[in-house]
């Protein structure tokens, strides 16, 4: 079955970077893009954009360009995403999500990376 | 514009009906899915394609659309199903908006 595993609860002071990795299994890493999701505290979720998993080309939604980079190791199956210059309104889940077998819609989702920025 | 707006929040009594609605200027060119969150869990999808239920969702989640809005519709609403629940549809340029959510509450 498509799984995909995140890795866990990261703290990091503002200016510092951090890596979030998606991990997928249970199917061909390279035939589906995989969508990143984000989500402040008590807020929404918002689309930051996604990576092309056979070219590994990203496409960046309004709002998540600059610091955001989206990345692959098809060796091993995974995606990360890596936020720079870390300002404490990067506090939120960040998501990975596949879309389904028609490319129609995010159908499957890792559990979720909560990412915490404080001093 | 892209945009899709939903309203805050939803109150309901148990046994009773609960619409949401979600509206957008791209809705009717583009399919709308529905998705349900609990507290601390990623979404999981409810309806697709504007009107179709996925396997293992309950029948009393339904969907509708008229011109530039979609609503989700779940009858004989249960504690269970409350949540939040989100839109999601395609922009113009092919990629993803959310919309901005309405929390349900079953009082």
Partial sequence: ?119 | SDELTQPPSVSVSPGQTARITCSGDALPKQYAYWYLQRPGQAPVVVIKRDIERPSGIPERFSGSTSGTTVTLTISGVQAEDEADYYCLSTDSSGGYVFGTGTKVTVL
């Fill in chain 1, 1 to 119: 079955q498509v799984q995909l595993v995140q890795s866990g609860s990261e703290l990091k002071k503002p200016g510092a970077s951090v890596k979030v990795s998606c991990k997928a299994s249970g199917y061909t890493f390279t035939s589906y893009s995989l969508s990143w999701v984000r989500q402040a505290p008590g807020q929404g979720l918002e689309w930051m954009g996604w990576i092309n998993t056979n070219t590994g080309n990203p496409t960046y939604a309004q709002g998540f360009t600059g610091r955001f980079v989206f990345s692959l190791d098809t060796s091993v199956s995974t995606s990360y995403l890596q936020i720079t210059s870390l300002k404490a309104e990067d506090t939120a889940v960040y998501f990975c999500a596949r879309v389904d077998d028609d490319s129609a819609y995010l159908l499957y989702w890792g559990q979720g990376a909560l990412v915490t920025v404080s001093s």
